[in-house]
């Protein structure tokens, strides 16, 4: 007998996509030098000492922790992208740490009132978890890279994504400017997910809040950040919500009566990650290193590589469906994730993450020749 679930909201989701990958998964580990596993995207490498000092200094922490953020986390994040990225003007009431990025990518239409009754739109390659959004909100739903396919149709919310997850496309700054003009002419709330800006080889990749896009403001606008890629803090779940006060403060009044707080010795070494600029140079060589061998090898095998030029993984295809590539990949001990994860247009590509060791992709590449 079920209690309480009336209807059940399990229903409104769609499948988790990697529980389709079992099988391959299985076939991938039988090989006789083990699986080389570049399905996910997550990191392998050390934490940096610098922030795993900082973790330990703030060790003692046994008081509640504010669902705004200490002053000095917001004040680390805004001067992060001023420093790196050129987003000026902001003030501690328009940043908000959160606990990663994707469960504020998830909750995030449910906090600022969406449901039955409006439209989300979001790319049409795109991150499952902004379809998982609106369906946890009741709202409907469309991926398209078309504005002009809604036709008459408004939008209450439209997600941008740049660099790109799955296929590492970066929008130029006339695109994102076009977006946001589009979005502000109808009062479409415009969130940027930008959790690779760092992630770029052959682009340089604009946030949404920058002068040269936003015009110097951040009316309507929300970008999303993420260290878990760039600081190998993925363990550690540190985000930040930054842009329009007004998002921002019906964001931090939902998640305070939800007590959605980031623990304090988090929020202290998220201060350490992004004051620090000698661990993200470091890491950017380390994952360029690993990006040339794969794709070198994947070439040499046949593949095309589209796109791929920012965030952790190549866009690569054999002109064939993603399965059966996923599967011939299975049998050389090598999982990937198949292009339909992320949406229809993805039926004929693999997303090849090169998070995994130096040692895994050099056996990546050996297998691949």
Same mark, same amino acid.
């Given at each position: 007998?079920?209690?309480g =679930? #009336?209807?059940?909201v399990s229903?409104?989701?769609?499948?988790?996509p990697?529980d389709?990958l079992?099988?391959y998964?299985?076939?991938a580990?039988?090989h006789?030098?083990?699986?080389?596993?570049?399905?996910v995207?997550t &990191?392998?490498d050390?934490?940096?000492?610098v922030?795993q000092?900082?973790?330990?200094?703030?060790?003692d922490?046994?008081? /509640?922790?504010?669902?705004v953020?200490l002053?000095?986390t917001?004040q680390?994040c +805004?001067?992060?992208?001023?420093?790196?990225?050129?987003?000026t003007?902001l003030g =501690?009431d328009q940043?908000?740490p959160?606990?990663?990025s994707?469960?504020?990518?998830?909750?995030l239409?449910?906090?600022?009132?969406?449901?039955a009754?409006?439209l989300?739109?979001?790319?049409e =390659?795109?991150y499952? %978890? /902004? @379809?998982?959004g609106?369906?946890l909100?009741g709202a409907?739903?469309v991926?398209?890279?078309?504005?002009? *396919?809604?036709?008459?149709?408004?939008?209450a919310?439209?997600?941008l994504?740049s &660099?790109?997850?799955?296929?590492g496309?970066?929008l130029?700054?006339?695109?994102l400017?076009?977006?946001v003009?589009?979005?502000r002419e !109808?009062?479409?709330?415009?969130?940027?997910?930008?959790? /690779?800006l760092?992630?770029?080889?052959?682009?340089e990749?604009?946030?949404?809040?920058? &002068?040269?896009?936003?015009?110097? *403001?951040?009316?309507?606008?929300? *970008?999303?950040?993420?260290l878990?890629?760039?600081?190998?803090?993925?363990?550690?779940?540190?985000?930040?919500?930054?842009?329009?006060?007004?998002l921002?403060g @019906?964001l931090?009044a939902?998640?305070k009566?939800?007590g959605?707080?980031? &623990?304090?010795?988090?929020?202290?070494?998220?201060?350490?990650?992004l004051?620090?600029?000698?661990?993200?140079a470091?890491q950017?060589?380390? /994952?360029?290193?690993?990006?040339?061998?794969?794709r %070198?090898?994947l070439e040499?095998?046949?593949?095309?590589?589209?796109h791929?030029e920012a965030?952790?993984? +190549?866009?690569a295809? !054999?002109?064939?469906?993603?399965w059966?590539?996923?599967?011939w =990949?299975?049998? !050389?001990g090598? +999982?990937?994730?198949p292009?339909?994860?992320y949406? #229809?247009?993805?039926n004929?590509?693999?997303?090849?993450?090169?998070t995994?060791?130096?040692?895994?992709?050099?056996?990546?590449?050996?297998r691949?020749?």
């Open positions: 007998m079920t209690f =679930l #009336r209807p059940k229903a409104r989701l769609p499948d988790f990697w389709h079992t099988e998964a299985a076939r580990r039988s006789a030098d083990g699986i080389v596993d570049l399905s995207g &990191p392998v050390h934490t940096p000492e922030v000092q900082a973790l330990r200094d703030a060790a922490s046994p008081g /509640y922790p504010l669902t953020g002053p000095e917001r680390a +805004l001067d992060w992208l001023s420093r790196r990225h050129g987003v003007g =501690l940043v908000l959160v606990i990663g994707k469960e504020l990518i998830g909750s239409p449910v906090h600022l009132g969406l449901g009754g409006d989300i739109v979001y790319p =390659l795109a499952p %978890t /902004y @379809e998982v609106a369906a909100a409907r739903a991926a398209t890279d078309s504005l002009t *396919s809604l036709g008459p149709e408004t939008p919310l439209l997600w994504n &660099p790109s997850n799955p296929t496309r970066v130029p700054v006339d695109h400017k076009k977006v003009d589009w979005c !109808r009062g479409v709330i415009l969130v940027s997910d930008e959790c /690779y760092e992630c770029a080889w052959e682009a990749p604009v946030s949404v809040l920058h &002068p040269d896009v936003c015009g110097g *403001s951040a009316d309507g606008i929300l *970008s999303v950040h993420s878990s890629k760039r600081s190998n803090l993925a363990g550690y779940r540190c985000a930040f919500v930054a842009g329009d006060a007004a921002v @019906e931090l939902v998640r009566n939800l959605l707080q980031m &623990p304090g010795p988090q929020q202290r070494a998220m201060v350490a990650a004051d620090d600029d000698e661990h993200v470091v950017h060589a380390t /994952y360029a290193a690993r990006r040339v061998v794969l %070198t090898a040499g095998a046949g593949f095309r590589i589209d791929s965030s952790l993984y +190549l866009w295809t !054999r002109d064939e469906d993603c059966d590539t996923v599967s =990949l299975a049998e !050389r090598i +999982l990937v994730a292009g339909s994860f949406g #229809r247009k993805g004929r590509h693999v997303r090849v993450a090169f995994a060791t130096d040692e895994r992709v050099a056996a990546a590449a050996a691949l020749a």
